[in-house]
């Protein structure tokens, strides 16, 4: 079976220039005309014009989510273990909230079979097909994500999502109350990938939804990777631009696969 998809993201207002534009650009350009667009910036105004192309704002279309950022932005134990910890992000839940809530509300307005998040610091550098997605996106899984079981959550640049399963609303509903309902307290950090980890091994624990890790070592033969995502079958067709490289590629120094293409070399 021939799945549909969808794919989706997120920029802040300050990373248009710098990487989110080229980033669209690269998901317009490179990916099917037929998978539709659904991108969330902060700003509006931030847009480039395409056929089966969407742009919404998460403030707008998500009321709880500005209801969860006024009350987490004033959190004290939230302030409180930021100031402390050595990795001040992973307890920014206000940052890493605005990808979630893209995700629940596009989940909600998508009529495809497969819902993929890209994050807008990666860039798509050669035309993608339909057959590949149905291949790195199975329909026997509800999540195709990238594990990293050294760093002890997944790498969230490119997850997928099946829709059509019967457990896809159940899986969204448990996500959104790690934030209406503060859940997210109860675990080790508050990213986006800490959330989504313990709704998907717990969905997966009790049988209702299986998934797919590109990082399992079927590509490279081992797990061991520093930047998993472009040392798995991803890096066949998508760069995720980390740290000070946003703004052109992934170090050499990252690659373990040797890959021909012009935008490695």
Same mark, same amino acid.
Not at 25 to 30: E, G, L
Not at 249 to 265: A, F, L, T, Y
């Given at each position: 079976m021939t799945q549909t998809f969808s794919v989706v993201t997120t920029w802040?207002?300050?990373?248009?220039?710098?990487?989110?534009?080229? $980033?669209? #650009?690269?998901?317009? $350009? #490179?990916?099917?005309?037929?998978?539709?667009?659904?991108? *969330?910036?902060? %700003?509006?105004a931030q847009q480039i014009q395409a056929p089966n192309t969407n742009y919404f704002t998460v403030a707008k279309e998500q009321p709880a989510f500005n209801e969860f950022k006024t009350r987490a932005s004033n959190d004290e134990e939230v302030k409180e273990k930021m100031n402390i910890s050595k990795n001040a992000y992973e307890y920014d839940v206000v940052r890493f909230a605005h990808k979630v809530f893209a995700v629940l509300d596009a989940s909600q307005k998508c009529t495809t079979d497969q819902l993929i998040w890209i994050d807008a610091d990666t860039v798509t550098y050669k035309p993608i097909t339909i057959e590949w997605l149905n291949h790195i996106a199975p329909e026997h899984s509800f999540t195709t994500f990238i594990g990293r079981p050294k760093k002890g959550y997944s790498e969230c640049?490119? !997850?997928? *999502? %099946?829709? $059509?399963s019967p457990y896809s609303k159940e899986f969204f509903t448990r996500w959104r109350s790690y934030y209406v309902k503060d859940l997210y307290k109860n675990l080790n950090a508050y990213t986006d990938c800490h959330t989504y980890d313990a709704v998907r091994i717990k969905m997966k624990e009790e049988q209702k939804i299986q998934d797919n890790d590109l990082n399992d070592g079927r590509f490279l033969g081992y797990r061991g990777s520093k930047h998993p995502f472009v040392n798995s079958e991803l890096g066949d067709y998508m760069d995720h631009l980390k740290g000070e490289r946003k703004d052109i590629?992934? $170090? !050499?120094?990252?690659?373990?696969?040797?890959? #021909?293409?012009?935008?490695? #070399?």
């Open positions: 802040g207002d300050q990373h248009w220039d710098h990487h989110a534009k080229r $980033s669209v #650009q690269s998901i317009i $350009s #490179q990916w099917p005309k037929q998978v539709a667009k659904f991108f *969330y910036p902060d %700003n509006l640049g490119f !997850v997928s *999502y %099946n829709i $059509s590629q992934s $170090s !050499v120094k990252d690659m373990k696969v040797k890959r #021909q293409d012009e935008h490695w #070399q």
